[in-house]
């Protein structure tokens, strides 16, 4: 069974660009989430989609959004990029989004700001 | 407060040793899922062992296994045999059924070396 799949491995964007990321869940796995990780602050939640609805966000800014597709494939994009938004970012697929199903990840799209 | 909380930022063992990684958590839910996940310097968060809140058992998977002691709120995981390839970050995280919803809280992490 193919694993999540993160497409692009790597990107770079100037400040004010925007950017989108995407993410193929495991076959079958309805409940995508979207997370970054900084040096800094670590691993934060961005948001999470079943189904196609967003059921869940963290507390980032309006310029970072998502969806999520009828195949449950998902994107997410950052509009007016900052340098701080510079990142690895990982996208997760678990078959039910429920506390007791694992979350798989993806290999990280990594994001540098310029 | 901290949700979850890895106080070891690094570890170093021989290899073939054992070697266990702390984790504490804090939650009010009754329903909720630990989970620990080992993170290469490539980058891919790769899950390693499961433990639900209701589990009476220590979860185990090949050479990890997963000591929880609920009323301590502890979930330290504990790598057998430690090999070269074993040397990574390795993440604690936590899912609660209330609380946070579908979200996993991620501890610090804790890099681990193992040596030859």
């Known amino acids: 069974k193919a694993g999540v799949t993160q497409t692009p491995r790597y990107l770079i964007k100037t400040r004010g660009q925007q950017v989108t990321l995407s993410c193929s869940p495991i076959?079958?796995?309805?409940?995508v989430s979207w997370y970054q990780q900084t040096p800094g602050q670590g691993l934060q939640f961005l948001f999470e989609?079943?189904?196609?609805?967003?059921?869940n966000k963290g507390n980032f800014p309006g310029r970072f959004s998502g969806r999520q597709f009828s195949n449950s494939r998902s994107e997410m994009n950052v509009s007016t990029l900052e340098l701080g938004d510079s990142a690895l970012y990982l996208c997760?697929?678990?078959?039910?989004?429920?506390?007791?199903?694992?979350?798989?990840f993806g290999n990280g799209t990594r994001l540098t700001v310029t | 407060a901290q949700k979850i909380t890895q106080t070891q930022p690094g570890m170093f063992v021989q290899e073939k040793e054992a070697v266990t990684l702390d984790c504490t958590y804090d939650?009010?839910?009754?329903?909720?899922?630990l989970f620990w996940y080992k993170q290469p310097s490539s980058g891919e968060m790769i899950f390693l062992i499961y433990?639900?809140?209701?589990?009476?058992q220590n979860a185990t998977e090949g050479r990890y296994s997963l000591n929880f002691q609920k009323a301590r709120k502890s979930a330290n995981l504990v790598i057998s045999a430690s090999q070269l390839g074993d040397s990574a970050m390795y993440f604690c995280?936590?899912?609660?059924?209330?609380?946070?919803?579908?979200?996993?809280?991620f501890g610090e992490g804790t890099q681990l070396t193992v040596n030859p």
């Open positions: 989609y079943f189904s196609e609805t967003q059921r």
């Open positions: 433990q639900g809140s209701y589990d009476e």
């Open positions: 076959s079958g796995h309805r409940s």
């Open positions: 995280a936590m899912r609660e059924e209330e609380t946070s919803g579908s979200r996993l809280t």
């Open positions: 997760a697929s678990s078959l039910a989004g429920i506390y007791n199903s694992p979350l798989h």
């Open positions: 939650t009010s839910d009754q329903s909720y899922g």
